[in-house]
């Protein structure tokens, strides 16, 4: 006979499977996840979701946030010498 819990894991779609963790992702920007936190409370940095005390991050939206950064900010010349 098979355990319940397994029949329910299997019935159930992994529901976060598109979602990251703020350490997660600062571990891939190669930022502490303090600095994330201060980006949300000024409203920076890419969109997030609490669910309960932790916070969660759309793979999808991050992706867009990174391209958004990429063309808000253009290389700027510098003055001076070359």
């Known amino acids: 006979m098979k355990d319940i819990q397994t029949d329910l894991d299997e019935d159930i779609p992994d529901l ?14 190669g930022l502490t996840a303090d600095t994330l936190s201060r980006w949300e409370a000024r409203r920076q940095g890419p969109p997030c979701t609490r669910i309960g005390r932790k916070t969660f991050y759309r ?6 946030w990174i391209r958004a950064q990429e063309q808000a900010h253009p ?8």
């Open 16 to 29: 976060l499977a598109d979602w990251i963790s703020r350490e997660q992702l600062a571990r891939a920007l």
């Open 59 to 64: 793979r999808a939206a991050i992706q867009e």
């Open 75 to 82: 290389v700027r010349k510098t003055r001076g010498r070359s």
